[in-house]
């Protein structure tokens, strides 16, 4: 069975830092890429960074862009994004993905909150 697990939310001030981890397991970790997903109240799901199954390619959604890093411990299983230089805008509900064969598995996701 398929599991994701989110860690690492929290209230951060503005400019502040944070580390969020996801642990998979169920499925073939070291064979898949991974993707971190957000939600900000009243927007659509959106893309934040992608990483290769060995982690030699990733992307990011350009507003998280030098800000965010997405990285990969496949010994352990576990998918981290390092969140520097937070804002506001960067409040959300954050989700670890992976997609099997055509099928979207989700954490149930992680809140961030970026406040004064």
């Known amino acids: 069975q398929v599991h994701l697990v989110e860690f690492g939310g929290g209230l951060v001030q503005p400019g502040g830092s944070l580390r969020l981890s996801c642990a998979g397991n169920?499925?073939?970790?070291?064979?898949?890429?991974m993707r971190w997903y957000r939600q900000a109240p009243g927007k659509e799901r959106e893309e934040v960074a992608f990483?290769?199954?060995?982690?030699?390619?990733?992307s990011y959604a350009d507003s998280v862009k030098t800000r965010f890093t997405i990285s990969r411990r496949n010994a352990e299983g576990a998918v981290d994004l390092q969140m520097n230089n937070l804002n506001p805008s960067d409040t959300a509900v954050y989700y670890c993905?992976?997609?099997?064969?055509?099928?979207?598995?989700w954490g149930q996701g992680t809140q961030v909150t970026v406040s004064s």
């Open positions: 993905n992976v997609n099997l064969q055509g099928t979207d598995y």
């Open positions: 169920g499925f073939a970790f070291d064979e898949y890429g």
């Open positions: 990483i290769t199954p060995a982690g030699t390619f990733t």
